[in-house]
């Protein structure tokens, strides 16, 4: 399910102090990330992900889920 997979690449993203919004970058991981089993982007920036769902307690609390199950700013989902 892609929507498990960006999640991880989003809080990755947040974790390291760095905006949510979805990249290109994403989308190439997303391209490389098949089947459900942990993605490892090796290199110079080597990180290793799982894949499971994101859960309610892992997010900061300054983030919230979409209605599509996506991460995003909390601020940005009280906006009409």
């Known amino acids: 399910m892609v929507s498990i997979k960006l999640n991880q ?3 990755r993203r947040i974790a390291n102090g760095r905006s949510p919004r979805i990249t290109l970058v994403d989308v190439k991981h997303l ?3 098949t089947g459900q089993d942990a993605f490892t982007k090796t290199g110079g920036r ?6 499971r769902r994101v859960s309610d307690t892992e997010l900061p609390a300054s983030y919230v889920f979409d209605r599509y199950g996506l991460i995003m700013p909390r601020e940005a989902a009280r906006q009409p």
């Open 46 to 51: 080597a990180f290793t992900l799982p894949y």
């Open 31 to 33: 391209k490389a990330w």
């Open 9 to 11: 690449l989003i809080l």
